[in-house]
């Protein structure tokens, strides 16, 4: 019952995703959720370089990460960005109010450390803060923006997160969209992420998501990601039970984001990875990864470069997917992907265990009740395990073994070209308004 109700709202949220003005940032970046590396959730604010100086927040830590980003293939996956977060600067301003990099960590200045990221064919990312300073006590932008701005852009950064710490959330809804117009007038592209509308909601203020999508390429919508599994399942749940809010408000040039991958750490089993990635590639998320990658083992850094999940959270089309069903720890989450045939989509599928009972459960269902009706049928594969299920027809059942605890099977259904001999071959080119009606006529 709950199963057929959810798919009702794929209808709902079909329409409101594309019928819904939903015009993003116009900077040209971000047209799939970004990836890479960013510093925060495994290195934190450690400035000891004396005592710890493998780990601290300093330049050789971001060159090194630089490094083995393009050396262990991780860019050759797509991961692009190299971004500093808290704790990289001075905590004073200079004579002429600039900020500048913290002299013993960041010995050859911000720019010199972009251009490094630059020659290796990456991009380069920093952190600021809309308040009077950073979360961790840092210079904040407020009363600077134009000049910080403009130093960003002199530095070569391509991605500015801009936290929103010593803020006032009422304050946000004009100083996000004021900082965002001061990185434009500096005419350097930047993917700009906002922390905006967390804020706004730990303050009990409602945010204003038209406005948010117009000045943001990302967003923070829940708490900081932890070194935990109950983490990642609050992310989890939040995404599920507010996506009637949050879904519409991605696309591409805008994301929602659940925060960083922490594959590879301390504090998630490798079944429990598996569904980090999986789930992140169903909300279209970005795909940060804040590891060690100088110690990563290679069973986690296989799943970061899994190429057939990271092409379903880069899918084109942009459409975040929703969770269908959730019922006795068990749920289904679902995403419409390319290629569409007619008026049916492709589907990535992810089936998620969160039962604690431990042995796997069977989930059985078949493709017409995930709301996957193509009569031509879909190619069905595992994106984890080397199983092709071959061409399924919407009556098939299918049936996934899930392990338990916090475990994922996923898998991709590709809709079939029907070839019907009596079809009147109009080969009109997909719209996505065409498809939204035919779809709401059934
Ligand atoms: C600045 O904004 C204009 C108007 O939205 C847009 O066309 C342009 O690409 C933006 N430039 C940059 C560098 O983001
Ligand atoms: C930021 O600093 C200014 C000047 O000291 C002060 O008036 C303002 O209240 C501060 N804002 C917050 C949110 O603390
Ligand atoms: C939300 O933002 C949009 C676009 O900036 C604006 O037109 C609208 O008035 C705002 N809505 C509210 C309720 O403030």
Partial sequence: MALWKSVGLWTVCVVLCLLGKISGLDNGLALTPPMGWLAWERFRCNTDCKNDPDNCISDRLFRTMTDILVSEGYAAAGYEYINVDDCWPERERDARGRL??????????????????????????????????????????????????????????????????????????????????????????????CSWPVYQI???????????????????????????????????????????????????????????????????????????????????????MSVDLRTIRPEYKAIL????????????????????????????????????????YSYAVAFVNR?????????????????????????????????DYGVLSPQTKIKVKVNPSGSVVILRADAQPSFAFNSIPTRTPYSPLNDVFRLTKK
């Fill in 355 to 387: 039962r604690t009972d431990g042995t796997p459960s069977d989930v059985a269902v078949t493709l017409r009740e995930l709301g996957l009706n193509n009569p031509a049928g879909y190619r069905v594969e595992d994106l984890y395990e080397d199983v």
């Fill in 100 to 193: 500048v990099p913290d002299r013993e960590r960041f010995p050859y200045g911000m720019k010199s450390l972009a251009d490094y990221v630059h020659s290796k064919g990456l991009k380069f990312g920093i952190y600021e803060d809309y308040g009077n300073f950073t979360c961790a006590g840092y210079p904040g932008v407020v009363g600077h923006l134009s000049g910080d701005a403009a130093t960003f852009a002199a530095w070569g950064v391509d991605y500015v997160k801009l936290d929103g710490c010593y803020a006032l959330p009422a304050d946000m809804d004009f100083g996000y969209p004021e900082f965002g117009r001061q990185l434009n007038l500096t005419n350097r592209q930047m993917v700009y992420s």
């Fill in 305 to 344: 470069q899994n190429r057939k999940i990271i092409d379903v959270d880069q899918d084109p089309l942009g459409i975040q997917g929703r969770r269908i069903y959730k019922h006795r720890g068990i749920e289904i989450w679902s995403r419409p992907i390319l290629p569409i045939q007619g008026q049916y």
């Fill in 202 to 288: 730990y303050a009990g203020i409602q945010p204003n998501f038209s406005s948010i999508i117009e000045h943001c390429n990302l967003w923070r919508n829940f708490d900081d990601i932890q070194d935990s599994w109950a983490s990642v399942e609050s992310i989890i749940d939040y995404y599920g039970n507010h996506q009637d809010v949050i879904v519409p408000n991605a696309g591409p040039g805008h994301w929602n984001d659940p925060d960083m991958l922490i594959i590879g750490n301390f504090g998630l089993s490798y079944e429990q990875s598996k569904t980090q990635f999986a789930i992140w590639a169903i909300l279209a998320a970005p795909l940060l």
